[in-house]
């Protein structure tokens, strides 16, 4: 990229694809648990973070913030895009388009927290809050009277903090920094960004996981990029398109380009001419590439090397690589991300001896843009040497520790050879240098000679080895990856047939996705290894095996590997498979062609799932359509349609919804009067998912020129005879929302707002309360509040639900005040809505004069307007949690109306820890046993809700009264309760109950006790490991599927309990769950290394009981290993 342009973010940003992790709190704790074993840093980030996940806007990041505090959790891999996420939050707030609740927005990169920017003070004082905001984001020293005017405005204003990095500044915060930075985290508004392996970060309620460029977003990106530095060109359309093209061929580039940092990079290598010249490109053939042009670029500013090629660049520049190459490995063995000005010095002092010489050499580093200061000041203002540094991106920093690694071993047998050595040799399986070894590998089988390249793949098989041999295997995995088809390994073959073996163990298992997660994951993300034909007639002898349950795991298998357009030699042998006798190996097969999208929709495979769309199995008619459906417009053939057409009137809702949906994935290729017609008839279903595909469905028809005709039929449809076909139209009119031209069709309902005919009338309200917020305007508004006098009580029921489905933005004292006044109507109706519509408005309308009106709401005659009123106090969360409110719910809560009652517990339930008082929580363990098993329900899920408060040892006896409860949710609560304690809670009687709560017949108790058990044996300073018995130990091994599938107990809480307790029940245990997870376990002399996710943990067995031990969890590991008949060398 030219460094003398800068674009503006609100132009150079592209929305990153953020997804909501609070519904999938499990999933995301897999993700931290397993999957950071399964895959490598960099590589595949995109395919294992970006799924069929609930995606969010930017503005919509405190919504899920309950009360007063909004402290929010946003994860992702390192270069995904976080640090651009809170630029582009800061400049949306300054440009007043972004939460303008907020008074202060303060920014701080916490990476910046050094003791070279905050030296320790005398007297071992500490820095305040506003000393680390001066320094963060000011160029200047703030005057005293400036202190203090900050110091006011920041008390009495609100500010949102954003604190960016905190897996960057680790457990290392200065000293004279703690107490200031346990505050900074304690802040009431804030948003933190961490990378998802950092433990240590704090667990707020609310987190997001930011998962980089969406396919979408590469597309734009790209085009985008080419349009702003190439606009004197003419050939910028060829260059956006030639690009993609590479991209998408090359699944593993095409993987790491939705990273913004690496496709930005890639932008600028081609725009620049280097046009890659094989498509088999590796990641380390991208980073070569990259350095090379960095270093071009560095010489042709000095006039030198316009006609070298690589080697003659490397030559000339060799003092720079050599101190960028040291420079990196050394901070990366230090785990170190910021290079401190004293390793610096070192480092240049081994290359340079005279001070002038080492000044000039650091300057040319700094020339070539790799390292950048952590100081905020230009270069030159002070010693650049002085200052700390760090690298532009970890990858970068990884590529060239692996260049110091490579060269190391062409010494012989030095200090730096044998430095080299021992470092692979004990440091192979430790996930934090998994990137630094593959670019290595790449390295050695791409430029070095055979005889380093053994060197290395010889170190890396040799002792310690990992005892369970998953970790080992993955590596194998990647290095036969990185060097494609290169002859530099000769072990290739010998390794692809271990990778074989592997296979045939997992099709074996009648567990095979849970315990070989981690061998799928890795093969996911190595296409030219499932591509080898080795691995592909391993795939095809199984998919042929006379046992149904090894061909249905093996089509599990390959479904999960998400094979796409690289993989046309499968495609046959799913196609056949759709034939096959066994319901799993058909829907599998079926679920394997759509996840290779347009590339499988050949004639034949269409044919084949034109036939599974008449399977006898409803589950293989569903995958059938949605293959078909992911096949998009390449499918949108008249006999596809045709079937489409006819599985829309399947028996089955779920085939209808795939059918609807796939229909709609055509977009205007299937925009035919017959299809129209058909989604019309299906926005009459009675399933309101198959309503909502209709209404999307016809959204995306609506695309392009055929957008006006859609609305328009939709719209007329609105005067139909059938109200139940009107009532749908409406309802699609509002699920349209953005897909369709928004200002027509609201324009339209508008219109129809004041049709002479009441059912139009009714019909245009109803869709405007569907599309939600998008119709908070001024106009709308103000006819939905002329609607609420409407003659028809209908109209008026209906502008009241569109006045509370536009939210808190409708919450306008004009719209309050009506909607209060219409909680007097004398239609139930209208009152009911009247309340909905105050709650939807959220904390905007919760008024004293409102919250009054709705406790007297609570007992009207309607019983049912009393649920809405409970309802709508519950939205109002936290700021509606005043003394007297809870008073009156209190009273409430001993109503003899039962729906009063229910009403009173689920508030207070949806108050949550506002309410967390004593004489509130015992009020909730009184009404657990109520005569009316609504109410206990409720009581159950707002203590529940109500955490910690709830959930204290003083506590236990009720919750395991409770956990005898014949209500499934109050025993659920019970459990979940007892597992918040943890090991406060782990007495034998509470063990005893949760091991019978995991034979429950609810299957979320029995994982809701997995999970409290999971808790306890990891509880802090592992207090409750010792209170489970060797029968409860063997209780937990029976149950183990379920604690894994649960994620709720690890391997290093499980080898804690071993040696601590020395109870030998604990091993296999160990063993399966340390597999499932993918880590390794090596043992050398009397020291034992655990590595689990980016952290090695060392347990020293001599103080631990020495040989015997030593000798059971080798024996152990062994014996679990033979069972499973899994390939041991390697």
């Known amino acids: 990229m030219n460094p003398a342009k800068a674009f503006p973010i609100v132009q150079s940003y592209v929305n990153l694809a953020i997804v909501e992790s609070k519904a999938q709190q499990k999933k995301a704790k897999k993700f931290l648990d397993a999957q950071a074993q399964h895959t490598d840093a960099t590589v595949g980030r995109y395919e294992k973070n970006y799924g069929a996940k609930k995606s969010i806007a930017v503005r919509e990041i405190f919504e899920a913030c309950k009360?007063?505090?909004?402290?929010?959790?946003?994860?992702?891999?390192?270069?995904?895009?976080?640090?651009?996420?809170?630029?582009?939050?800061?400049?949306?707030?300054?440009?007043?388009?972004?939460?303008?609740?907020?008074?202060?927005?303060?920014?701080?990169?916490?990476?910046?927290?050094?003791?070279?920017?905050?030296?320790?003070?005398?007297?071992?004082?500490?820095y305040s809050i506003l000393d680390i905001v001066e320094k963060a984001c000011f160029n200047h020293t703030l005057s005293r009277e400036e202190k203090i005017s900050l110091r006011e405005l920041f008390e009495q204003s609100k500010v949102l903090w954003l604190l960016d990095g905190i897996a960057e500044i680790g457990q290392n915060v200065p000293k004279q920094l703690e107490s200031s930075f346990k505050q900074l985290l304690k802040s009431p508004y804030m948003i933190l960004t961490s990378r998802p392996y950092f433990s240590a970060r704090p667990s707020y309620e609310v987190q997001y996981e930011i998962t980089g460029f969406t396919n979408e977003n590469i597309d734009f990106y790209v085009k985008q990029f080419f349009d702003r530095i190439n606009n004197e060109s003419n050939d910028t359309s060829s260059k956006h398109d030639n690009l993609l093209s590479f991209l998408k061929l090359k699944s593993t580039i095409w993987g790491i380009a939705h990273i913004p940092i690496n496709l930005e990079l890639i932008c600028s290598l081609w725009a620049n001419g280097q046009s890659f010249k094989s498509k088999k490109m590796t990641m380390t053939q991208l980073y070569n590439e990259i350095i090379e042009w960095l270093f071009r670029r560095y010489l042709e500013r000095q006039n030198v090397g316009d006609q070298l090629n690589k080697e003659g660049i490397y030559n000339v520049c060799h003092k720079e690589l050599t101190a960028l190459e040291k420079i990196a490995f050394h901070a990366m063995k230090s785990d170190n991300l910021i290079i401190e000005k004293k390793m610096l010095q070192n480092v240049l002092k081994e290359i340079e001896f005279s001070a002038p010489n080492r000044q000039e050499l650091f300057t040319k580093l700094l020339t070539i843009g790799i390292l950048k200061s952590l100081s905020q000041e230009p270069i030159g203002t002070k010693i650049a040497i002085e200052k700390d540094y760090y690298f532009i991106h970890l990858s970068f920093q990884e590529f060239f520790a692996a260049r110091y690694l490579v060269n190391a071993l062409r010494y012989g047998d030095n200090k730096y050879y044998q430095e080299a050595i021992h470092f692979i040799k004990h440091e192979k399986y430790n996930q934090r240098f998994l990137l630094l070894f593959i670019y290595a590998s790449g390295l050695l089988t791409e430029e070095g000679p055979i005889s380093r390249a053994e060197i290395f793949f010889e170190t890396m098989s040799s002792e310690p080895t990992d005892l369970l041999g998953a970790r080992h295997i993955q590596l194998v995995i990647r290095f036969l990856e990185e060097a494609g088809g290169a002859n530099a390994i000769k072990r290739r073959v010998m390794w692809l047939d271990h990778i074989s073996k592997w296979l045939q163990c997992a099709a074996n298992n009648t567990h095979a996705i849970t315990l070989f997660a981690w061998l799928i994951a890795s093969l996911r993300q190595s296409p030219s290894v499932v591509r080898d034909a080795i691995i592909i007639h391993t795939f095809f002898v199984l998919l042929r095996d006379t046992n149904n349950g090894v061909r249905t795991r093996t089509a599990e298998i390959i479904s999960a590997l998400h094979l796409n357009q690289m993989f046309p030699e499968f495609t046959t042998a799913l196609k056949n498979a759709l034939g096959d006798t066994e319901i799993g190996v058909r829907q599998n097969a079926a679920i394997a062609l759509g996840n290779m999208g347009e590339s499988a929709a050949k004639p034949d495979v269409i044919k084949g799932l034109l036939t599974a769309l008449l399977d006898k199995e409803d589950v293989v008619r569903i995958y059938a359509v949605e293959a078909i459906g992911k096949m998009g417009e390449s499918a949108a053939q008249p006999d596809v349609i045709k079937g489409l057409l006819t599985a829309v009137g399947d028996k089955q809702h779920v085939v209808r919804g795939c059918a609807v949906e796939a229909l709609g994935k055509m977009g205007k290729g299937a925009a035919k009067p017959q299809v129209i017609k058909a989604l019309l008839t299906a926005l009459g279903d009675k399933e309101d998912v198959i309503r909502r595909h209709a209404a999307e469905a016809l959204g995306k028809m609506g695309a392009g020129a055929a957008k006006t005709d859609v609305i328009k039929v939709l719209l007329s449809a609105l005067s139909g005879e059938e109200d139940v076909m009107r009532r749908h139209v409406a309802e699609a009119l509002g699920e349209m929302g953005e897909s369709a031209a928004k200002t027509e069709l609201i324009e339209g309902l508008l219109t129809g707002l004041g049709d002479g005919q009441h059912v139009v009338r009714r019909c245009a309200a109803e869709a405007l309360g569907k599309m939600g917020e998008g119709t908070a305007k001024p106009d709308v508004i103000n006819a939905l509040l002329t609607a609420l006098g409407d003659k028809d009580e209908v109209v008026r029921i209906y502008a009241a639900e569109a006045l509370g489905n536009i939210g808190e933005s409708a919450a306008k004292p004009d719209v309050i005040k009506t909607s209060l006044s219409a909680l007097s109507d004398k239609e139930d109706v209208m009152r009911r809505y009247a309340a909905e519509a105050l709650g939807k408005m959220g904390e905007g309308a919760a008024k004293p004069d409102v919250i009054k009106a709705l406790l007297a709401a609570l007992g009207d005659k309607d019983h049912i307007l009393g649920i809405y009123a409970g309802e709508a106090l519950g939205k109002m969360g936290e700021s509606a949690a005043k003394s007297e409110l809870i008073e009156g719910l209190l009273t409430a809560l001993g109503d003899k109306q039962h729906v009063v009652r229910r009403c009173a517990a689920d508030v207070l339930g949806k108050m949550g820890e506002g309410a967390a008082k004593p004489d509130v929580i015992k009020a909730l363990f009184t009404a657990l046993g109520d005569k009316d098993q609504v109410v206990g329900t409720y009581a159950a899920e707002a203590l529940g809700k109500m955490g910690e408060s709830a959930a204290k040892p003083e506590l236990i006896e009720e919750w395991l009264s409770a956990l005898r409860d014949k209500q499934h949710v109050i025993r659920r609560c019970a459990v979940e309760a007892l597992g918040k304690m943890g090991g406060s809670a782990a007495k034998p009687n509470v063990i005893k109950a949760l091991l019978s709560a995991l034979s429950d017949k609810e299957d979320v108790i029995r994982r809701c006790a997995a999970e409290a058990l999971g808790r306890m044996i990891g509880?802090?300073?592992?207090?409750?490991?010792?209170?489970?018995?060797?029968?409860?130990?063997?209780?937990?091994?029976?149950?183990?599927?379920?604690?894994?599938?649960?994620?709720?107990?690890?391997?290093?809480?499980?080898?804690?309990?071993?040696?601590?307790?020395?109870?030998?029940?604990?091993?296999?245990?160990?063993?399966?769950?340390?597999?499932?997870?993918?880590?390794?376990?090596t043992i050398v002399a009397q020291s034992l290394k655990h590595y689990r996710n980016y952290s090695v943990e060392k347990f020293n067995l001599a103080s631990h009981g020495n040989d015997r031990l030593f000798r059971r969890i080798t024996q152990t590991f062994a014996e679990e290993a033979e069972k499973l008949g899994w390939p041991r060398e390697c």
């Open 1019 to 1081: 509880s802090e300073k592992m207090t409750g490991a010792p209170h489970f018995s060797a029968d409860a130990v063997l209780k937990l091994f029976e149950n183990k599927w379920l604690l894994m599938d649960s994620s709720c107990i690890n391997s290093t809480d499980l080898l804690n309990a071993v040696l601590q307790t020395r109870v030998d029940s604990w091993l296999p245990l160990t063993f399966f769950v340390a597999l499932y997870e993918g880590t390794a376990v």
């Open 67 to 126: 009360g007063e505090t909004q402290q929010v959790l946003i994860f992702g891999p390192a270069g995904i895009g976080k640090t651009t996420l809170c630029r582009y939050i800061a400049y949306q707030w300054a440009t007043e388009k972004l939460w303008p609740q907020f008074k202060f927005l303060i920014w701080i990169r916490l990476r910046f927290l050094t003791d070279s920017r905050y030296p320790p003070l005398s007297n071992g004082e500490q």
